[in-house]
């Protein structure tokens, strides 16, 4: 499985920005996907993950401001964050996790200042 995420930049304290990571290869055989971040000087950490069924999981630090979605059409993944703020800025990576192997595609930098 190969994963491309996109969407990254420089947003306000309080915007919006959406990510998305497009998948290619045995997408078919992933059982979930997921969201992690990695801000500077701190470990990588799981923001939010979705199954193949659609069931979702987040963060205490993000519920209510990030949403996953996925298009199974697409093979894409999203990551919907509002209400963004400084402690968001981190690079984010695209996961998948066919068993019992788990993929990784490259971060895409998220900014948040004014």
């Known amino acids: 499985v190969q994963l491309q995420a996109s969407g990254g930049g420089l947003v306000q304290p309080g915007g919006s920005l959406r990510l998305s990571c497009a998948a290619s290869g045995s997408t078919f055989s992933i059982n979930s996907m997921a969201w992690y971040r990695q801000a500077p000087g701190k470990q990588r950490e799981l923001v939010t993950s979705i199954t193949s069924g659609g069931s979702t999981n987040y963060a205490d630090s993000v519920k209510g401001r990030f949403t996953i979605s996925r298009d199974n059409i697409k093979n894409t993944l999203y990551l919907q964050m509002s209400s963004l703020k400084p402690e968001d800025t981190a690079v984010y990576y695209c996961?998948?996790?066919?068993?019992?192997?788990?993929?990784w595609g490259k971060g895409t930098l998220v900014t948040v200042s004014s």
């Open positions: 996961s998948a996790y066919l068993s019992p192997v788990r993929y």
